[in-house]
């Protein structure tokens, strides 16, 4: 039975949390996605399941090989999988990881019917991501084989996380708190582990780097709602490295985002924009608030900021403090906005 100390990508990071690296490493999953494995013992809780790798599986068999216990033999190794949204690297492993676990079960009990795991997430509900075409995560468990899950108590496939809920390991030594941090995504979630003093952040923030959103005001809300969480120093990133200092990044993330919308605002208040090719005067669009805000940055990189900018905006615009004009279907790059309260947004 091989450390887990000379096992690459598995890192022991205390007594109760073990991280497994997805084999993924790219752009934005950086060196890749971040599984964990709470607890002392098995049956652990699995957090996530990574992209679908092939590559991973014999990683998280090796991780599962090192600290298994000949005394829980007659247990399973997971008694229960928390998906923390649906992005596909995070979901496209779930076939791939469930099936391992059952052959796990069945090389040390043969003869016993396996203990699939439950599965877990926050509902999505109506949201244009619920219907995106990027969503797979519906194809996959609609994939999945009976016998490699334990459906709810209605049968469904996935048990609905809900914001507080409390889950124990069996051995009752972990203990993990759900907190809906949506923003990232509608459905995004992250974990206290009161007895470690950390946060399992999943996407909402990164170990290296700032985080992506779909909704700036949600995400920003749930920041501030992670740091009114006082029980915890360090972070449990989905990528990227543990951040020690969590409660200062957090605020950082929170400090970034309303800097950049102070900026927007003060722009659209103070500054009229360059005139059209005609020499009249127009409104601020949205590329050319980019073009100011981002004027010492490459011009490759303005229509990706423009998405960032876009979530600005449509916060400022939900608060009522400024208004889109132009006429209907126009592209969002030509979308002319305008100031109605010149208060900032704090």
């Known amino acids: 039975m091989a450390a887990l100390e000379h096992l690459p990508d598995v890192t022991k990071l205390s007594d109760r949390v073990i991280r497994v690296l997805g084999q993924n490493p790219g752009k934005f999953t950086l060196q890749g996605t971040n599984v964990y494995l709470l607890g002392t013992s098995n049956p652990y809780i699995l957090v996530d399941a990574g992209e679908g790798k092939d590559e991973f599986i014999p990683t998280l068999t090796s991780a599962f090989t090192s600290v298994a216990s000949p005394t829980n033999a007659g ?48 509902p999505l509900k109506t949201t244009s991501e619920a219907s995106s075409s990027f969503n797979r995560l519906p194809e996959i468990l609609s994939s999945l084989p009976k016998e490699l899950y334990t459906p709810s108590p209605s049968g469904s496939i996935l048990h609905d996380l809900h914001d507080s809920q409390v889950f124990q390991t069996v051995s009752k030594d972990t203990t993990l708190r759900v907190l809906y941090t949506p923003g990232h995504t509608h459905d995004s979630i992250c974990l206290h582990i009161p007895e470690e003093r950390v946060l399992y952040t999943a996407d909402t923030v990164l170990g290296q780097g700032t985080a992506v959103f779909e909704n700036l005001a949600l995400y920003l809300t749930s920041l501030n709602n992670m740091l009114k969480y006082e029980d915890f120093v360090s972070l449990l990133p989905s990528h990227g490295p543990v951040v020690k200092e969590g409660k200062d990044t957090i605020a950082t993330y929170i400090k970034h985002r309303l800097e950049r919308e102070a900026q927007v605002l003060s722009l659209l208040s103070t500054r009229s924009p360059p005139p059209d090719a005609n020499g009249a005067g ?65």
């Open 75 to 122: 247990l399973p190794d997971v008694s229960d999988v928390i998906i923390s949204h649906w992005h596909h690297d995070h979901v496209g492993g779930l076939p791939s990881v469930l099936a391992l676990l059952q052959r796990l079960w069945s090389t040390r009990n043969p003869s016993a019917p396996f203990p699939a795991p439950r599965l877990h997430k926050f």
């Open 282 to 346: 127009v409104q601020w669009t949205t590329l050319g608030i980019v073009k100011d805000l981002y004027a010492s940055y490459p011009e490759n990189l303005w229509i990706p900021a423009m998405r960032g900018i876009l979530l600005h905006l449509d916060k400022l615009e939900g608060e009522g403090k400024v208004k889109k004009i132009g006429v209907e279907g126009q592209d969002l790059q030509d979308a002319q906005w305008v100031v109605v309260s010149r208060s900032p947004s704090l």
